[in-house]
């Protein structure tokens, strides 16, 4: 069955700082992955995604994500982390069948 | 509207009694997703529409747990004799074109609390 985990359940940086959130899946094929994000009071945002081709991904918000095979990992970065961005991130992988799983979440907070 | 629409944002009730959750997606979207967000935890898949009909509602904890969308738009989660552990936010989210991989725009959701 397919699984998400997200290792880090909160990280503190400082703005400008440059920031990693990992994502690690588990899933028999090539999964489609995603980074959704959460800010209070807010509906979830999708921030990028992966299908297929490179395996560097960009997104929204100057965010990007690298999709590692031989790691089964998805993680997400940014060069320099902005006090706007504090908020909870979700890695998701979605099969074929649609039924899209969600890691626990890890909060950002941002420390000015 | 723009986005997907939940309603009610925030419902209290007591246990034992029944409640239902509104979710309006975006207009042309035909598939729906309903998810559940304990505190702490990402969201938990519940059920999937396409269209008119459950196309995969593997995720439903148990019998006490329904959903409809009879007019393939508009959907109603309904949850039967609540218990304390049904608290959570139920999420909606809607797909242009569901699988595979289709994005999902989400709403604010509706945080339920079972006394």
């Known amino acids: 069955a397919q699984s998400v985990t997200q290792p880090d359940i909160h990280i503190t940086v400082s703005e400008g700082a440059s920031l990693e959130l990992r994502c690690n899946y588990s899933y028999g094929a090539t999964p489609y992955l995603f980074w959704y994000v959460q800010s209070p009071g807010q509906g979830l945002q999708l921030l990028l995604k992966?299908?297929?081709?490179?395996?560097l991904v960009q997104g929204i918000k100057g965010f990007e994500a690298e999709f590692k095979r031989s790691q089964s990992s998805f993680n997400l970065r940014k060069p320099s982390v902005h006090w706007s961005d504090a908020a909870e991130y979700f890695c998701?992988?979605?099969?074929?069948?649609?039924?899209?799983?969600f890691g626990a979440g890890t909060r950002l907070t941002v420390k000015p | 509207g723009a986005g997907v629409s939940q309603t009610p944002s925030n419902k209290v009730t007591e246990k034992g009694k029944y409640v239902e959750l509104r979710c309006d997606p975006i207009?042309?979207?035909?598939?729906l997703y309903w998810y559940r967000q304990s505190l702490g935890q990402g969201p938990e898949f519940l059920i999937y529409f396409q269209g008119t009909g459950a196309a995969d509602d593997s995720g439903l904890p148990n019998d006490r747990f329904f959903a409809v969308r009879p007019e393939g738009s508009v959907s109603t989660l309904k949850i039967q004799r609540t218990e304390r552990g049904d608290s959570a936010v139920y999420l909606c989210a809607s797909s242009p074109q569901g699988a595979p991989g289709g994005e999902l725009f989400f709403g604010e959701g509706s945080r339920l609390t079972v006394l």
């Open positions: 207009s042309g979207h035909t598939a």
């Open positions: 998701a992988v979605g099969p074929l069948n649609n039924d899209m799983r």
């Open positions: 992966y299908f297929s081709g490179d395996t």
